[in-house]
């Protein structure tokens, strides 16, 4: 099955500098890649996603890339502020498919 | 749209009793997913129901464990004789049916603390 694996495990950052989360998967069938935000005491938020068929996507102050060849991909955070401090997990699924399998999260400390 | 809907948002039992946690899922919605997510740990995927059907209960523990959503009402993840390490925090997700890609959408967890 899907092994989706996620590096650092903590990242602490300044404010104002970018943050790069990254993960990797093993099952080639995979072909959707949502990122979720978990703050404390609440429950995960999807805030980009990404499918194979691009590269990359962008959304204001977050992207993600996507190297299918290599089965690996990316969140970047540019301009970070103290709100964007929370847990932040990737997942892998494929489409069609029911089951996410998510990676084991980065906790992300932005200091003002 | 009242989104996910779980409850209790904490519960405390005894080892040996019985957890029920409940999850409504998302207006449109007809696929629930129980995740369960160990202190400073990920999300540990367990069953996969549709209306009166257990898809997939591949991550589910063979015993004590149970799952259902019944036509009417919520979906139900049942834990019998709890024990300290059943002690978590259990997230329900829903899904839209749909060929595209499967977009979940987390209620806020149940917490369950066993003593």
């Known amino acids: 099955g899907e092994n989706v694996e996620q590096h650092p495990s903590t990242l602490s950052v300044q404010e104002g500098d970018s943050a790069v989360i990254k993960c990797t998967y093993s099952?080639?069938?995979?072909?959707?890649f949502p990122w979720y935000k978990q703050e404390l005491g609440k429950g995960p938020q999807l805030i980009i996603d990404?499918?194979?068929?691009?590269g990359e996507k962008k959304d204001q102050r977050i992207a993600v890339t996507l190297n299918k060849t290599a089965k690996h991909f990316s969140l970047h955070i540019t301009e970070t502020q103290p709100e964007d401090s929370a847990v932040y997990f990737c997942a892998a699924s494929e489409t069609g498919g029911f089951k996410t399998i998510f990676g084991a999260g980065t906790r992300l400390f932005v200091k003002a | 749209n009242a989104g996910v809907m779980q409850n209790p948002r904490h519960l405390v039992r005894r080892r040996g009793q019985e957890a029920r946690l409940r999850c409504s899922p998302m207006?449109?919605?007809?696929?629930v997913y129980w995740y369960r997510q160990l202190p400073e740990e990920g999300l540990k995927f367990m069953v996969y129901?549709?209306?009166?059907?257990?898809?997939?209960e591949s991550g589910m523990p063979k015993e004590r464990f149970s799952a259902e959503f019944p036509k009417e009402g919520p979906s139900i993840l049942r834990i019998q004789q709890v024990v300290r390490g059943d002690s978590a925090a259990y997230f329900c997700?829903?899904?839209?049916?749909?060929?595209?890609?499967?977009?979940?959408?987390f209620g806020a967890g149940s917490r369950l603390t066993v003593l």
């Open positions: 099952d080639s069938a995979s072909n959707y």
């Open positions: 129901l549709q209306k009166e059907n257990i898809i997939d």
């Open positions: 207006k449109g919605h007809s696929h």
């Open positions: 990404i499918r194979s068929n691009v």
């Open positions: 997700a829903s899904s839209r049916l749909t060929d595209s890609a499967n977009v979940l959408t």
